[in-house]
């Protein structure tokens, strides 16, 4: 039963540059949110995907956008980026049934993203 | 401003010693996740607390739930260098809802 998983594992971008990372949900999780953690600080919540729409939102500007795939899996693109923008993207997966969750968040291993 | 609170930030403690871990908040949460993470590594989930008073126990880490789901404590009892590592608290006001995490605590525990 594979868990979660991300890709690529380390990237290294220049200030301005866009960025995709890509996330696959845990097996039979149809749900996938991101999260943002700086170093040294707990995961901020970017936003979230249900049924290929964004459904929930976070605090972070137009610049982050995603997507959600057919198959679940899901990317997420940083467009201008900026030093701050350095820190590890968390993906995590997790099953709604009629809106409410019925399992809980599992969490990939991260991209870990450095802006120079 | 972090809407969930730990404290302390940082705790070092030799072998064979408890510590606890403190979750605290003004909002109300529906459940309360308690998870550690490793270096380079994703959180891993340790428990979930959802009813108010709730104490739940596994092996030597004990979590409780305050009774107006407010605040949460990890109690770890004769620690292990194994348990070193980033406990981190997260907050869901509702079911299907984003996760607030806390800024986590980072646990050192020596030989």
């Known amino acids: 039963d594979a868990g979660v998983t991300q890709s690529p594992t380390h990237l290294i971008k220049t200030r301005g540059q866009q960025v995709t990372l890509r996330c696959s949900p845990k097996s039979g999780h149809d749900t996938v949110s991101w999260y943002q953690q700086a170093l040294g600080q707990g995961p901020q919540f970017i936003f979230q995907y249900y049924e290929e729409e964004e459904r929930q939102r976070g605090n972070f500007p137009d610049r982050f956008s995603g997507h959600q795939f057919p198959n679940y899996s899901s990317e997420l693109n940083v467009n201008a980026l900026l030093l701050g923008d350095s820190a590890l993207y968390l993906c995590?997966?997790?099953?709604?049934?009629?809106?409410?969750?019925?399992?809980?968040?599992?969490f990939g291993p991260g991209t870990r993203l450095t802006v120079l | 401003t972090q809407l969930l609170e730990q404290s302390p930030q940082f705790l070092s403690i030799q072998e064979g010693e408890n510590l606890t871990v403190y979750c605290n908040s003004s909002?109300?949460?529906?459940?309360l996740q308690w998870y550690r993470q490793e270096p380079g590594e994703g959180p891993v989930l340790l428990v979930t607390v959802v009813t108010g008073g709730e104490v739940k126990k596994l092996k030597r880490l004990t979590f409780q739930f305050g009774d107006a789901r407010k605040d949460s404590s990890l109690h770890i009892t004769a620690a292990q260098p194994g348990d070193t590592g980033l406990y981190l608290c997260?907050?869901?006001?509702?079911?299907?809802?984003?996760?607030?995490f806390g800024g986590g605590t980072r646990v050192l525990v020596k030989p």
């Open positions: 997260a907050g869901d006001k509702a079911a299907g809802n984003k996760l607030t």
């Open positions: 995590a997966s997790s099953l709604l049934v009629r809106g409410e969750s019925t399992d809980t968040q599992y």
């Open positions: 909002s109300v949460f529906s459940s």
